[in-house]
């Protein structure tokens, strides 16, 4: 379709603003630095662009289409009522900079939310300053280099394990945060090789970055020695929560050994993803941590004629200093405390429940053609490889994945874990229901069929897609980054057959 | 309230087909002495009607802009937002999609990514925009960082009149990095003390950081900054506001190598401080050391144009320890309200915006000068944020405005010591000549 | 099946001698391993290489590798038509996606590396694996 700018006419105009009943004095920017040429933004009528967006959302898949088995992703419903209550104004039209009198609901809330994360995850403090998962990440990693310092092993200890099924955030942030990233391999359950964790751990070891269950889906069952390994060493054991769903109301990686965590309130607390974000990273850590989180804090104050009152309190001085603007992503937080309320203590572990029963049910539908990477009993996702099916064929993950499109289902995550050849991480969230479970479990089967019958299909798929495989080479050998009149691509190809013909194979 | 979707039979039958009897059979590898072994201490589930009652009753426990008139600026501001924009944004279909990894069914995020892109290069006169940041502040943080990877330096010089936030958060990130940060002052009217930014800036500068217009609202010396930063062969980074661009000249004409800043103002709510936007742009040459997702124009198999994330090699999911950053999102939500926003003014309804909260807040900052006992804090041209001294303490001015229903004033003490009592006040366009009235009213009551 | 007037590192890389000189590239295996290539990033003119030095990167679409010098020496040219084409190494990897040209600093080393049928095995060896 085209784009905004290709549908822009010189002069059309939606919104626009009264003057100000007196100008501005000539001299009020200085002069030479008074812009001549206006950006070039589009012109369009009001409708044109409603329709514009409206057909570029119809370009798109999400939650509201069908099942999104993104494995780590945790593509769970993202409750409507969540969005209703985030749009009330006395949440939306908060400027951050208000007194605190004026906005005792926000820090309320926000205390609430801190307290129920606890109780979640069994950690002391939270910081909800975070932005995203990576930006949780960052935070933690901070933390653990402000402790190590605050001891005198600042200069000592440069290294922090990380095992090798890990995402790839964990290494990329233990590199921002000035570490050395040493990999641990993992066993042949699937678990973190307890063996090689000893060999790695030293005086040198900071901490060590886990997640559990881990990116294969499993549980791993030596967390207590693990954690135990990294202690000894005198390392910090960090939690990466982006597969906490599992375990709400069951485990806690307080209970477990974890000094810290970070949540994914936009997996775990349904918070939607909107193509890529906003998320928020919430940080967790055990009282011993507490002096070292960003600030300032939304806390409690003595209740003053009997009414409580909430105020910000103001990083401590060990504090790692800020990681964002102001107090986070406040409307992330609003929505992620509507979904706790809404389930309860008890509908949590029930999330929990029905998420591992899902995954499991999706992974003995799969039938022969899936294998799990690792047979073991999966937690709320689980990793199969089709490196037979591959052999067989010819047929890649990719493939597969393109012909799910075509069935109408999201495909899974490809390729990850990186240790898994032909890795499909499959989470289908326990908010599918069992007929779209099944429905799920047909289009793997049946793109397995094609793979066999109809490979060439599979290797040109999508075909009843928006748009038909994009050449991912092209765009990053001929950049086009942004409109040019005249110089960017065309609406179509030039050099391609024409529209309606039968498309060349790729 | 449940989202859940199995009956009891439901799940009876699932675990039929497992041969499980109970479904805490399926937490075997859970072991016993890593378990809860007690409910969460949480209350009970709600309805959704208690639910909405609930959440009803902490936002009414708030006075937000809707019911207080905002004055306040500092990083984050009260502009119009028209309706179209919360239209789009609430269209499921962009809301509840995950990052767009599948191309061919995620199109609409994509070319919506691929045209904010496209209208941030044009407001920022820079070459290529990334598809956006967390907020502003985690921007110029980044850019630091970027600098220090292109020059292979590791001294940043900030200017202070830079957004102390973004300062703070430069801090956080550089300290990671083990970058040094060195900031320079003003000249006490408010612009960059260019004598002692030459003297800070040395051949082991990456990156000189400028704001333009500065936390004082102040339109800074920005051409000049630029210069003394390329002397020495570092970087030059502004920070810029998205809306006076529309009158001032942009980054990329008066020498900046990297433009950041908070896309907040661009039809994105207050919102107590999140989610924000930031955006990030470059000249071309430093396109392969940009952070975060960058979505490029193709062709698909049926050469129909179409967009696919590019240049993916730079993150972390694939450099991992070596990705330019570690960043993973970005807030394409966000940068699709923004896009939206700029469609809806267009060149001329952007305009129109910054030339009316110029106008209005000349006027304000005139009104309020000739008071007795009032003075503005800088003798510099400004954009529509300026700092006041007042002849009272800044919490009497402060209380004395809340009690006629205004907000505004925020002491810029708390981030310069040497400002105390300075008051930041932000005129946008969504005020009116009347509610400046107001404004001038009530500060001359608590100037009395 | 590989080219016979060249040597072959573990790596992937080819060397060529010419001369005083030697022109490195990666192998037909290797750029199929890569797929689409889409960047090369190549050093400088006048670089001293010590022998496994990574000396550049190799990027396709979703991957990253890179360019180890299979000998030591200094480089005396880097082929500038990748940074336009670097579909070159895909297309034509033994020639016109040759990478760098070096001035080996002890010969000798050349010599240590794996002919056409060793590095036929050693591809064999890592495929089966």
Redesign the interface.
């Known amino acids: 379709m085209k784009t905004i700018f290709e549908k822009s006419v010189p002069g059309r105009r939606a919104v626009w603003f009264e003057p100000a009943r007196e100008a501005a004095p000539a001299d009020a920017v200085p002069e030479g630095r008074r812009r001549r040429t206006p950006p070039r933004l589009p012109e369009l009528a009001e409708v044109d662009i409603l329709r514009h967006y409206v057909a570029m959302s119809q370009r798109n898949y999400s939650i509201a289409s069908g099942p999104y088995p993104l494995g780590s992703c945790t593509m769970k419903y993202n409750p409507v009522v969540n969005e209703a209550v985030a749009a009330l104004p006395g949440f939306a039209s908060l400027h951050p900079r208000q007194p605190a009198a004026t906005v005792q609901g926000a820090l309320r809330l926000m205390v609430e939310l801190e307290a129920a994360l606890c109780e979640i995850t069994g950690m002391d403090a939270f910081t909800l300053q975070p932005a995203a998962g990576a930006q949780g990440e960052l935070t933690g990693m901070l933390i653990v280099r402000a402790y190590h310092r605050a001891r005198g092993e600042g200069g000592q200890r440069t290294q922090v394990l990380v095992p090798d099924s890990a995402h790839g955030t964990n290494p990329a942030t233990a590199a921002m945060a000035g570490f050395e990233v040493v990999a641990v391999p993992s066993d042949r359950r699937g678990n973190v090789d307890v063996a090689a964790l000893r060999a790695r751990a030293s005086e040198r070891t900071a901490g060590l970055m886990l997640t559990n269950p881990n990116t294969l889906g499993v549980f791993d069952d030596g967390i207590e020695e693990i954690a135990a390994i990294v202690h000894e060493a005198g390392g910090l054991v960090y939690y990466d929560g982006a597969n906490l769903n599992p375990i709400l109301g069951v485990a806690r990686p307080g209970d477990m050994g974890f000094d810290l965590v970070h949540l994914n309130l936009h997996k775990t607390f349904s918070t939607p993803h909107g193509g890529g974000g906003p998320g928020a990273g919430p940080v967790g850590v055990k009282d011993f941590l507490r002096p070292y989180l960003p600030g300032p804090r939304p806390v409690r104050l003595a209740a003053r004629e009997g009414q409580e009152e909430y105020g910000l309190e103001p990083p401590s001085e060990s504090s790692i200093g800020r990681v964002r603007s102001f107090y986070g992503n406040f409307l992330v937080l609003v929505r992620a405390y509507a979904y706790i309320l809404a389930q309860g203590g008890e509908g949590l572990r029930r999330v929990a429940e029905d998420a591992v029963l899902a995954a499991n049910y999706l992974a003995h539908e799969l039938g022969p053609d899936y294998p799990l990477a690792y047979d073991r009993r999966p937690m709320h996702e689980f990793v199969v490889s089709t490196a037979a099916l591959k052999r067989e064929t010819g047929v890649r993950a990719l493939d597969l994945a393109k012909g799910m499109c075509d069935e109408g289902v999201h495909p899974p995550t490809v390729y990850f874990p990186l240790t898994v050849e032909e890795a499909m991480m499959v989470e289908p969230t326990e908010t599918e229901a069992v007929e779209n479970l099944d429905r799920l479990a047909a289009a793997f089967r049946r793109v397995a069929e094609i793979a066999r019958t109809d490979p060439e299909r599979l290797r040109t798929a999508p075909h009843r897609t928006p748009a038909a495989r994009l050449d991912e080479a092209r765009a990053t050998r001929h950049p086009d980054l942004r409109y040019r009149p005249g110089l960017s691509l065309p609406e179509r190809d030039p050099q391609a057959a024409p529209a309606g013909a039968a498309a060349p194979p790729a | 309230m449940s989202y859940l979707a199995h009956t009891a039979d439901d799940r009876r039958r699932m675990l039929e087909r497992l041969d499980v009897a109970d479904v805490s059979d399926l937490f075997a590898d859970v072991p016993e002495s890593v378990r809860l072994g007690r409910p969460l201490r949480l209350p009970p589930g709600l309805s959704e009607a208690a639910l909405v009652r609930r959440m009803a009753s902490l936002a009414e426990a708030n006075r937000g802009t809707d019911r207080l008139v905002c004055f306040l600026g500092g990083g984050a501001t009260d502009r119009f937002i028209p309706a179209l924009v919360r239209e789009v944004v609430g269209r499921a279909e962009f809301l509840t999609a995950y990052t767009p990894y599948q191309a061919e069914i995620s199109q609409g995020t994509l070319q919506a990514i691929w045209e904010f892109q496209s209208m941030m290069a044009e407001l920022t006169g820079m070459d290529v925009a990334q598809a956006s940041m967390y907020d502003g502040a985690s921007a110029v943080a980044e850019a630091a960082l970027l600098a220090a990877s292109a020059t292979g330096r590791s001294r940043v010089v900030a200017l202070r009149s830079v957004d102390p936030q973004s300062r703070a958060v430069l801090r956080t990130y550089a300290a990671g990095r083990g970058l040094e940060v060195v900031e320079v002052g003003d000249r006490g009217d408010g612009r960059a003390d260019l004598d002692a930014l030459a003297a800070a800036v040395d051949d082991a500068t990456c990156a000189v950081i400028v704001a333009d217009p500065n936390f004082f609202g102040v339109i800074e010396a920005a051409p000049e900054v630029a210069e003394v930063a390329h002397r020495h062969g570092a970087l030059c980074v502004a920070q810029v506001d998205p809306v006076a661009l529309a009158v001032l000249t942009p980054p990329g004409e008066w020498g900046a190598d990297v433009a950041v800043g908070e896309g907040q103002p661009l039809g994105i709510p207050l919102a107590y401080g999140g989610p924000y936007l930031g955006f990030f742009a470059v000249r071309e040459a430093l396109v392969r050391r940009l952070p975060g997702r960058l979505a490029g124009a193709t062709y698909d198999a049926r050469g129909e144009r179409g967009f696919a994330l590019t240049f993916q090699t730079r993150e972390q999911h694939i450099r991992r320890e070596r990705a330019t950053s570690n960043i993973c999102t970005n807030q394409a939500l966000l940068a699709l309200a923004a896009s939206v926003y700029l469609a809806s003014l267009g060149p001329q309804g952007l305009r129109e915006a910054a030339e009316r909260s110029l106008a209005l807040a000349h006027a304000a900052a005139r009104r309020i000068a000739a008071l007795p006992g009032y003075r503005l804090a800088n003798e510099a041209p400004f954009f529509d944020e300026f700092a006041v001294r007042a002849p009272v303490p800044a919490e009497r001015v402060q209380a004395t405005l809340l009690r006629h229903g205004l907000l505004g004033g925020s002491d810029l003490g708390e981030d310069y010591p040497e400002r105390r009592g300075e008051l930041l006040f932000a005129v946008t366009e969504a005020r009116t000549e009347e509610e400046v009235d107001r404004l001038v009213a009530a500060l001359e009551e608590a100037g009395a | 099946m590989h080219p016979t007037d060249r040597r072959y590192t573990k790596e992937h890389e080819w060397i060529r001698p010419e001369g005083e000189e030697a022109v490195v590239g990666i192998t037909d295996y290797a750029q199929n391993q890569l ?2 290539v ?2 090369v990033e190549l050093p400088a003119v006048g670089r001293e290489l010590r022998r496994g030095e990574a000396f550049g990167v190799v ?6 590798a890179d360019l180890y010098a299979p000998v030591g020496g200094t480089v005396v040219a880097v082929n500038e038509a990748l940074a336009s084409a ?2 070159a190494v895909n297309r034509s990897p033994y020639e016109e996606g040759w990478m760098i040209r070096i001035r080996p600093s002890a010969p000798g080393e050349l010599e240590e590396l794996m002919d056409g049928a060793a590095y036929e095995r050693h591809v064999q060896a890592e495929a089966g694996a």
């Open positions: 797929g689409d889409v960047f990027e396709s679409v979703k991957s990253v670097p579909e």
